[in-house]
Nanobody, 129 residues
């Protein structure tokens, strides 16, 4: 069972940046699909970006593609989400997840994670205008 712990959230003004971190309790070099999700109050959970940790292949949802970058440091078993040009609409709880896979639908640009069996407790991001 994988345990995930997110950090790096906080309050920032619009236009600012944050880097979220997610540390896993397992060796990520063995190959996982790890992803970042967010859920704003009253809204559905949204997949933002995913990475196949064994090969480094990434997917990013079109809704945030120009503003977020997912990356990893397998020496630290840590996943990152760099977020730039933050907007008040980015205010949400951000979660890290581990699962079997992810894909991006070309028609909608939406990202879907498959079999996400491990979730962190989340880190809150608040963007003020």
């Amino acid at each position: 069972q994988v345990r995930l712990v997110e950090s790096g959230g906080g309050s920032v003004q619009a236009g600012g940046s944050l880097r979220l971190s997610c540390t896993a309790s397992v060796d990520t070099t063995t190959g996982y699909c790890m992803a970042w999700y967010r859920q704003a109050p009253g809204k559905q959970r949204e997949a933002l970006a995913a990475i196949y940790t064994g090969v480094g292949k990434t997917y990013t949802a079109d809704s945030v593609k120009c503003r977020v970058t997912i990356s990893q440091d397998n020496t630290k078993n840590t996943l990152y989400l760099q977020m730039n040009s933050l907007e008040p609409e980015d205010t949400a709880m951000y979660y890290c997840a581990a699962g079997y896979g992810a894909s991006r639908k070309p028609r909608t640009g939406r990202l879907t994670g498959y079999g996400m069996y491990g979730w962190g407790k989340g880190t809150m991001v608040t963007v003020s205008s």
